[in-house]
C-alpha cells in the first residue's frame, strides 16, 4: 500500500498525553519534527521513576516538555477522591505547556491542555490542531443520560469547565481531528464546521501482534462470547447481560461469556451477580488478553458512547465476529468486517449474537474480513495519516 509521503517537513509542538500521542511522538521525533512535546511523566525505562503506564520510545528522551508535577497532583486528587480531580491534572499541564513555547509551525493539541497555548501560538501564526479523541460532552450527555437515569442516577460530567474548554478547543483550532465516523458526526452536531473535520483513525500497537497470531481450529460444540473494557454503565454493561441472560435461556450452557476489565463503582453491582456461564476475570496483562482474543467466537462491545475503542480494532485484528454498536466508534462495515446494532437494545444484541451462533461460516467470513481491514490500517500507519491531515490543513490555512 502507498504510504503517504509530507509534503512539508513543518516542526510540530504537541500537548497531551494518550496513547495516540505516543505513538505520533514516537513517528515524528524519527523524522526529526517534533520540537516539544508536553505531556505528563514519560521514561524510557531508566532511573527510580519508571510507571509502566509513562513507558516512551527511546527516541523521545530528550524531547524537552515532560512534567511530573501535573501527573504527581492528579494521582493525589484521585486517591483522595476530590471532586472534578482532573482538574489537578490537566490545568497544571496547561499552564506549564502556556509557559515554554517552542518554534514550531504545528501545534498539535489533545484533551484539555492546550487552549491557553493555543492562544498564544495563534498569536505565531501556528497551525493549530485539536485531536478530539472522544465525544464531546453534550452529544455524551444525550448519549448517556437515560441509561443512567434507568439505574436511578444522573449523568454528570467529571468537570463542566474541563468540558467546556474541550468544545472551545475545537471551536478555535483550524483543523479538529476525530478517530471516527461517529466523533466526526458529533463534532458537527456541536457546531464544528466540517470543513476542518479531518478522519484519523487510531491504531493499537497490540494489533500487529495480534495479526501474526494464528487462530486455533475450533473443535469445540459451545459459543464463547467476549467483551473487554471497563465494567460500567456508559459501556452498556446491563444491555450485555440482558442480552445473556436471553441467550442462555435459549441455548444453555453451550454459550459462554467471558468478562475483563476493571469494574467502575457506577456499576459494582454487575459482576457481584452474573448470571450462570459468565465470567468476570477483571483487569489481565496483555499476555493473557491476547489469548482470549485468539480463541474468542464472537467479541461483544454494546458501548453507548466512545471515541474509537481499541478494545474493537483488537478483537478485529484478532479474527474475531466483532458486534459493536456505531456509537463504539469502530472502524467496523456492517455485515462486511462486523455487526452493527443500535445502542441500549438488549433483544437486537441477543438476535445478532444467536444469528452468529448459528452460522459459523458468517463468523469466519467476518473475522477474516475485520483482520484485512486492520491490516490495511497497520500499512498505512497512524503516523501516516496524521502527516496527511497536517497537509491538508497547511493547505486550507495557506
Avoid at 516542526?11 to 521525533?29: E, K, S, Y
Avoid at 459459543?223 to 441455548?251: H, P, Q, S
Avoid at 437486537?348 to 467470513?365: E, F, G
Amino acid at each position: 500500500m502507498h504510504q503517504h509521503l509530507p509534503k512539508t517537513n513543518a516542526p510540530v509542538w504537541m500537548i497531551g498525553r494518550n496513547d495516540q500521542f505516543r505513538i505520533l511522538a514516537t513517528h515524528l521525533a524519527h523524522h526529526n519534527r517534533l520540537v516539544r512535546w508536553d505531556s505528563f511523566w514519560r521514561h524510557d525505562s531508566n532511573g527510580l521513576i519508571t510507571p509502566p503506564a509513562r513507558r516512551a520510545d527511546s527516541s523521545l528522551a530528550n524531547i524537552p516538555g515532560r512534567h511530573f508535577l501535573p501527573d504527581l497532583l492528579g494521582r493525589a486528587a484521585q486517591k483522595l477522591r476530590l471532586p472534578a480531580r482532573n482538574l489537578y491534572s490537566d490545568l497544571p499541564l496547561s499552564w506549564l505547556a502556556r509557559a515554554h513555547m517552542p518554534d514550531a509551525r504545528i501545534l498539535h493539541g489533545q484533551g484539555n491542555y492546550s487552549l491557553p497555548a493555543m492562544r498564544a501560538a495563534r498569536a505565531r501564526d501556528m497551525v493549530i490542531i485539536s485531536d478530539v479523541t472522544g465525544q464531546l460532552a453534550p452529544i455524551r450527555h444525550r448519549q448517556l443520560a437515560d441509561e443512567y437515569r434507568h439505574h436511578g442516577l444522573r449523568y454528570r460530567e467529571i468537570s463542566n469547565f474541563l468540558a467546556h474548554r474541550r468544545i472551545a478547543e475545537a471551536r478555535f483550532a483550524d483543523g479538529v481531528f476525530a478517530p471516527s465516523d461517529a466523533v466526526a458526526a458529533g463534532l458537527e452536531e456541536c457546531g464544528i464546521d466540517p470543513a476542518r473535520i479531518h478522519l484519523v483513525p487510531f491504531a493499537s500497537g497490540l494489533c500487529t501482534q495480534l495479526l501474526n497470531c494464528k487462530r486455533p481450529m475450533q473443535r469445540r460444540s459451545s459459543i464463547r462470547l467476549l467483551y473487554v473494557g471497563n465494567i460500567a454503565i456508559a459501556k452498556g454493561i446491563r444491555i450485555l447481560i440482558e442480552a445473556f441472560r436471553t441467550l442462555r435461556t435459549r441455548l444453555g450452557p453451550t454459550i459462554t461469556l467471558d468478562l475483563i476489565g476493571p469494574a467502575q463503582p457506577c456499576a459494582l453491582a454487575y459482576p457481584a451477580k452474573l448470571p450462570q456461564g459468565c465470567v468476570w476475570h477483571g483487569p489481565l496483562p496483555q499476555t493473557e488478553l491476547s489469548c482470549h482474543l485468539a480463541t474468542a467466537d464472537i467479541f461483544v462491545f454494546p458501548s453507548l458512547s466512545e471515541g474509537s475503542s481499541l478494545a474493537v480494532l483488537e478483537a478485529m485484528a484478532a479474527g474475531c465476529a466483532v458486534i459493536a454498536t456505531p456509537d463504539a466508534g469502530s472502524p467496523i462495515k456492517h455485515d462486511q468486517t462486523g455487526i452493527l446494532i443500535p445502542p441500549r437494545n438488549s433483544e437486537a444484541l441477543a438476535d445478532a449474537i444467536h444469528d452468529l451462533q448459528a452460522n459459523p461460516i458468517k463468523r469466519k467470513s467476518l473475522g477474516k474480513a475485520a483482520r484485512q481491514q486492520i491490516s490495511a490500517n497497520i500499512m498505512q500507519g497512524y503516523g501516516n495519516r496524521v502527516e496527511a491531515a497536517y497537509d491538508r490543513v497547511l493547505v486550507r490555512h495557506a
